[in-house]
């Protein structure tokens, strides 16, 4: 990887060169894009996978920068993954790197069931992540600014004699809780995760790990076949004190498997400030044979090693959601917008974003100027690259910014904004051939320059 090492070294060091002639030039203000050599990062993305083992990254009172990443192993047949959690000054300098325990990931599944991507809270001091301990059941840590456990929560949001099959996100809210939500399985016994089917679940927990509130019971399509998978991925909240969620899901046509023909749907649920459902909506969805290039119809994406779709609040007050699609016939991947009437949940208007041979979701934020962003990744020939788009309120592209370097792929996860226009983007590179990949943070301003 000498050959990124040389290009990331002049890249740094112009970037900082030029923001240093800046007169209001702010500690978030430089702009960066860093490689860490981390030797628990062994993990092999492959130039045309769109796999990374980075989740997201926040940042500190104090300007510091902390990601997330996981050390994966093949050994023995099956996945295992440590946690790790890199931090950095406000110019992208290591200050340390720590790695904690193993997560149990059940075999069917090696990523995300343990630590997803919008998983991560920091309150100016302290840190946040959820995750599962060895028998499967979710817990919340608490680190410090330093990377120490402080507090190792249980959280008590799973029915009775049911499985956890996956934690999907944890987002801090206004009132100064998070919310929690994830599925668990239909099936209670040895038949469990995407086989068995699941149900989707959330929950508002307090900074202490307590529940607050918690629905268990979110409709879905064709819930009573054991062949059913739903996921709930997306969460905004609303200006009545409710709260939005959006995920994907899929039932098998002949109500045995999932592993083939399948129908696809998103749902979209609207929970007041107490959990109680307001409404649910099954958008649409459409019939697919899982190999790529055979859809029968449009097709929504819902291989759970991907995110497939987030909400947001538009500055008129409506929803966003924003998904990863199937393109009929095409076998090509796409981002569609779709504005959403905030008592309904009805389309009110939408448009695409087309990415070729491929276009991945992976993290979609509000700006502070009003504008949406949204961190991809797609495929260019036999490498990965990182694409960001700023999208406006009338849902078209305003701008495209997009990290690639000759012979490497790259795989961003998270997005986060810093102050002063800035964005902070973690990820991987791999050089196309090698066996390993190394952890990276790119720092960015509104336009995508570093």
Not at 147 to 153: E, L, R, S, W
Request: hydrophobic letters at 35%.
């Amino acid at each position: 990887m000498s050959f990124l090492k040389n290009i990331v070294l002049l890249v740094c060091v112009a970037a900082t060169v030029c923001s240093c002639k800046k007169s209001n030039t702010t500690p978030q203000g430089n702009t960066f894009i860093k490689v860490f050599e981390e030797p628990t990062l062994a993990f092999n993305a492959g130039p045309n996978s769109f796999q990374s083992n980075t989740g997201d990254v926040v940042s500190d009172d104090a300007g510091n920068y902390y990601c997330w990443y996981y050390e994966q192993n093949t050994a023995a047949g099956g996945w295992a993954t440590k946690l790790a959690i890199l931090k950095t000054d406000p110019n992208g300098n290591k200050l340390w790197s720590r790695v904690y325990f193993s997560f149990h990931v059940a075999a069917y599944s090696w990523n995300r069931r343990a630590i997803m991507y919008n998983n991560f809270i920091c309150d100016g001091q302290s840190l946040y992540i959820a995750g599962t301990n060895t028998d499967g059941a979710p817990y919340m840590l608490k680190f410090n600014s330093d990377g120490d456990v402080i507090a190792q929560m249980p959280l008590d949001i799973i029915p009775q004699g049911r499985t956890l099959h996956a934690l999907y996100n944890l987002w801090p809210l206004s009132n100064g809780n998070f919310m929690i939500n994830g599925t668990y399985s239909i099936a209670t016994g040895p038949t469990k995760g995407d086989d068995g089917g699941t149900i989707p679940f959330v929950a508002m927990i307090s900074p202490s790990g307590g529940i607050l509130w918690q629905n268990n019971e979110l409709p879905f399509p064709l819930q009573d076949t054991n062949a059913d998978n739903a996921t709930i991925e997306g969460m905004a909240e609303m200006p009545d004190g409710g709260y939005i969620f959006s995920g994907t899901g899929a039932y098998s046509t002949d109500n045995t498997t999932l592993s083939g023909k399948k129908t696809t749907f998103i749902n979209v649920y609207k929970l007041n400030s107490g959990g109680q459902l307001e409404y649910n909506k099954t958008l649409y969805g459409g019939q697919y044979i899982e190999t790529r290039g055979s859809s029968t119809t449009f097709a929504l994406l819902t291989d759970h090693d991907l995110q497939f779709s987030q909400v947001l609040m538009m500055p008129s007050g409506d929803p966003l959601l924003i998904m990863a699609i199937l393109q009929n016939n095409s076998g090509d991947f796409s981002i569609r917008l779709m504005k959403l009437d905030a008592s309904s949940g009805s389309p009110v208007d939408s448009s695409d974003i087309n990415g070729g041979d491929a276009l991945y979701l992976r993290k979609a934020i509000n700006r502070s100027d009003g504008n949406i962003l949204i961190n991809a990744c797609t495929r260019f020939n036999t490498t990965t690259q990182s694409k960001l788009y700023t999208v406006g309120s009338d849902l078209h592209i305003m701008n495209t910014a997009t990290f690639s370097f000759p012979n490497e792929s790259i795989y961003t996860s998270g997005l986060c904004e810093v102050g002063g226009d800035h964005y902070l983007l973690p990820g991987t590179i791999q050089t196309f051939g090698n066996d390993s990949s190394s952890l990276m943070m790119i720092k960015t301003n509104g336009n995508g320059q570093y």
